[in-house]
């Protein structure tokens, strides 16, 4: 079976003319000429329909992510609107948005959860988020990292210990599970406890009793388990090292946080809030991005996910004078000196334009005409021109701000009805 490949819009009308061309200047058609104006007929009609059929599954994916888009937007203005509480900003991934949802049934129960994913994408905040929507958030919410207190110390801080239990205990001392009692006790990088704290971690998970450092009696506490890790906790049960049983338990409700390289429609949210957030703690301006090094963040893959993009918006933020460009980037992630300078190469004339301050000026301005025409076409409606575009609205928003657009000025102003003569 023949199969015809994808034609352009401009390849098709060039095909339209040269077909027309032939019949406009042939005075006469003989059998030759009238089999070779069918063959180019054959020809066309043939590219013709493979350019309908290539448009068509364009259209229906389009349409089809448009739906999808919009489908995320009102999933995640539904968590809005149910009262979910959640410090800080997220957008509307579909697999950050699945995570979120599940975090929202689980809170208001008792029930273990345990967060994965890189380190740097907001497991605590997640955390912190189960706390606050549960029935504990009027009680204590209590973070330890398992991965930061050695071996020797990390049941005495996690289980409390007894007067005399070891060198340097004077006195009696209540661990972080018994502060955390009626609360929430995040354990942080989970898979770095030794095995033998995991046996009495696993005690306190099924019993709701745990024992002080150096004591036999049995405390009992109500303490509810938000775990977290980075490492592939069921490998590691599989390979001993980390206990089968106390995984199942923590894990009962397990959810993953994608890394913020599968998130980049969160980026815009999360520059524009920790710009906001730097300027606070340094008691300044907020930033200014310039277009390139606002690119490049958003181009990032962020090793260090969150956690890196925060460290990078608040050194900007102190190094600039109000206005940040790449040079006040981490030298090891700053893009190529060579490739910066091609692309900043003064033209002959003098005058100290660069190709890119050229181009940058003329995208800008195509920028703004592309979307005053936009607005004007929906009457200065920020939330349809998003779908249209297939856009997160709050990156629209920012788009808007960096332009000085305002959406309102394009809004149409009703006529007043013509009165009727009587």
Known sequence: MRTFKPISYARLLEQIEIVRSGLRWSTTLDRAGISRILHQVNKLRSEVLTYARVEKIKARK????????HAAEERRQALLDRSFVFEGVFGDNPKLLETVETVEKAA???????????????????????????TRSQQAFISVNCGAITSTLLESELF???????TGSIKDRKGLFEAADGGTIFLDEVGELPLESQVKLLRALQSGEIQRVGSDDPIQVDTRIVA??????????MNRQFREDLYYRISTIAVTIPPLRE?????????????????DQLKQSEVKLTPRLYNFLHDYAYRGNIRELRNIIYRVACLSDGV???IHLPEHIRPDPADRATSQ?????????????????????????FI?????????????????LDMNRSYLQTLLKKRGIRAKNYKQQKRPATPVAK
């Open 108 to 134: 208001r129960t008792d029930l273990p959860i345990l967060i994965e994913g890189e380190s740097g994408t907001g497991k605590e905040l997640l955390a912190k988020v189960i706390h606050a929507n549960s």
């Open 372 to 388: 005053e025409e936009k607005l004007r076409l929906v009457n200065g409606n920020v939330t349809m021109l998003a779908r249209q």
């Open 324 to 326: 940040a460009d790449i």
């Open 228 to 237: 977290a890790t980075n490492r592939d906790l069921y490998e590691m049960s």
């Open 160 to 166: 409390g210990h007894v007067k005399g239990a070891f």
């Open 345 to 369: 190469k003064v033209n002959p004339s003098g005058n100290g334009r660069t190709l890119e301050s050229v181009r940058k000026k003329a995208v800008d301005a195509a920028e703004k005409e």
């Open 263 to 279: 998130r980049k429609d969160e980026i815009p949210l999360l520059i524009d809030y920790f710009s906001g957030e730097a300027a």
């Open 62 to 69: 389009s349409e089809r992510q448009i739906k999808e888009h």
